[in-house]
């Protein structure tokens, strides 16, 4: 891929011009246990009724995607792909651009997160971690995609 040269990045979009992060969705293999690890796990808001976007409601009602509104607003849809493999007997190995989705979260509540994703036995990948910008703690979910839990510095 190409790279624009610094003259040609000044017809792009002005600084501003994008409002927020609107969504991010990822594949899973089995939904259901997506739904609990999003849902239970984590404590995402999952989507119902008159929540569901509309062009995605004859999927959700099909079992196919599971939407959760994160506490800023963005919202994370989940795509059953039930054919999905593993893509390494390795959790490290990297099989996508993305490498996590980080969660923030106050950080006088930093350690009960840890203590709940140790008690529903989450595969963690490293962490705690403790660096100037905050804490943070790197794990798994279901279908072995790398989120994290961070705060700032407290």
């Not at 984590?42 to 119902?48: A, I, N, P, R, Y």
């Not at 999927?59 to 792909?81: H, M, Q, T």
Request: aromatic letters at 8%; a negative charge.
């Amino acid at each position: 891929m190409a790279h624009a040269s610094p003259q040609s990045s000044r017809i792009g979009l002005s600084e501003g011009m994008l409002r927020s992060f609107h969504h991010f969705a990822i594949n899973v293999a089995d939904l259901a246990m997506s739904r609990h690890f999003y849902g239970q796990v984590l404590g995402l808001h999952e989507l119902q009724g008159n929540e569901v976007p509309e062009t995605l409601k004859t999927l959700v009602a099909a079992g196919k995607v599971s939407n959760f509104r994160l506490p800023n607003g963005a919202i994370l849809d989940l795509f059953a792909e039930p054919a999905l493999g593993p893509p390494a007997a390795d959790p490290k190995q990297q099989f996508t651009r993305a490498n996590h989705l980080a969660f923030d979260i106050d950080p006088a509540l930093f350690e009960q997160a840890v203590a709940t994703l140790r008690v529903h036995g989450v595969a963690i990948d490293h962490g705690p971690v403790t660096r100037p910008t905050g804490r943070g703690i790197y794990f798994y979910d279901p279908d072995g995609f790398m989120l994290e839990i961070r705060c700032d510095p407290s």
